[in-house]
């Protein structure tokens, strides 16, 4: 895990404050500090950081750090250290406080993947803003005996795994995607032989594990998961790394299987799968684009009659780009398919709203 802390060259009160952490953590995270911009950019390109976490939030050169770190993937952090305080912004120019909230101050705090309060007041405060949901309260050890430095900094790192946690998708290598789709076929079929290629997984040293699993738990699919490795025989590594939990987007729930968002199966084929599609339409998730696959590989699929009711509720072409991304997903046979894939700007959509939903 490698983090960057950026704070204000002249407030020596945080500059203690992540020297502690930076101290503490060391041995733990490839962890450094910078207070201008010229230092971060340059630590921006030789460390790579993972995580940005930005102290302060009146700079405005800490917001232009913050805006170019999320660019090159790096999730943002904040810790106000006091300063979104009633009594602190009161106290700016007004010109000066409407145009940085205005203009990035609240975009700032808003798309942070938390933010660390330092006390319960504070946290109380800035949850009246509204702006961001996602709030630890973390007491600061150089300004109270509540809480050790060492306990200061554990609660910190959990955060920051936590962090790391999160959209766990976004960080998976190609070589892992493609031995979940290989993973998912198994857990769907039940046979290791309806898995053409099983290169993906062959090296299964080289698969993230742990981002795998954390990806799975997040789309309750881990029951296909767990069941596509037995199938498959693989060898997970004898320890991964404990889960603390992660953050998520204020829309996010855990996806709910498809029966109880449609119904149950009625007797009807047909019906029961244009339900599922109209459902996965509305949005899509790895969950029932799985029961769908599953649904589709049934031996009482009617292709023909499926294509007509989906044509008669204008639902054809979107199952044509749905056909080609789950192909890609789960890695479903073109004779199990109703109509035949379609790879187009419809497809695209389907694509960037599957693998986003979980983004900060």
């Known amino acids: ?47 790579e950081p993972d995580i940005l976490h930005c102290h302060g939030c009146w700079s405005s050169i800490i917001a232009r750090a913050a805006y170019a770190a999320e660019r090159q993937g790096a999730r943002i952090i904040v810790t106000p250290h006091g300063q979104m305080e009633p009594w602190i912004v009161g106290q700016q120019a007004v010109h000066e406080k409407l145009g940085k909230k205005i203009l990035w101050q609240k975009r700032l705090l808003s798309r942070a993947y938390v933010i660390i309060t330092l006390g319960k007041l504070e946290k109380e405060n800035f949850q009246k803003l509204g702006w961001n949901n996602r709030i630890e309260e973390i007491h600061n050890a150089v300004t109270t005996n509540t809480i050790t430095p060492a306990e200061m900094c554990r609660k910190l790192f959990d955060v920051y795994q936590r962090v790391m946690d999160s959209n766990t998708i976004e960080q998976l290598d190609m070589m892992s995607r493609a031995a979940l789709a290989t993973i998912l076929k198994a857990g769907v079929t039940g046979d290791s032989r309806w898995c053409a290629s099983t290169e993906a997984v062959g090296r299964t ?42 953050y998520f987007p204020d829309s996010y729930a855990l ?19 244009v339900k599922m599609i109209r459902q996965i339409h509305r949005q899509p998730l790895l969950l029932h684009m799985l029961e769908l696959t ?34 890609e997903q789960t890695q479903i046979d073109e004779g199990y398919m109703p109509v035949a894939p379609l790879d187009n700007r419809q497809t695209q959509q389907i694509r960037k709203l599957l693998t986003n939903h979980l983004k900060i």
Not at 214 to 224: L, P
Not at 228 to 243: A, E, F, R
Not at 297 to 323: I, P, W
Request: contains cysteine; hydrophobic residues 35%.
């Open 294 to 327: 599953r649904e589709l590989m049934h031996d009482n699929v009617n292709d023909d009659q499926l294509s007509e009711a989906l044509g008669e509720k204008r639902l054809l072409n979107y199952t044509r780009s749905l056909m080609q991304v789950l192909s």
């Open 205 to 246: 040293g080289d698969i993230d594990w742990r981002r795998l699993l954390v990806y799975a738990d997040h789309e309750n699919i881990r029951n296909y998961v767990d069941y596509g490795i037995s199938v498959l025989g693989l060898q997970m590594p004898d320890s991964i790394d404990h889960y603390t939990g992660a």
């Open 255 to 273: 996806p709910k299987p498809l029966k109880e968002l449609v119904g149950e199966y009625d007797g009807n084929e047909t019906v029961y799968l």
């Open 1 to 47: 895990m490698k983090i960057l802390h950026i704070y204000p060259k002249n407030d020596e009160l945080i500059r203690h404050h992540v020297r502690l952490i930076v101290d503490k953590l060391c041995e733990q995270a490839d962890i450094r500090m910078v207070d201008n911009y010229t230092d971060f950019k340059q630590h921006l390109q030789t460390q």
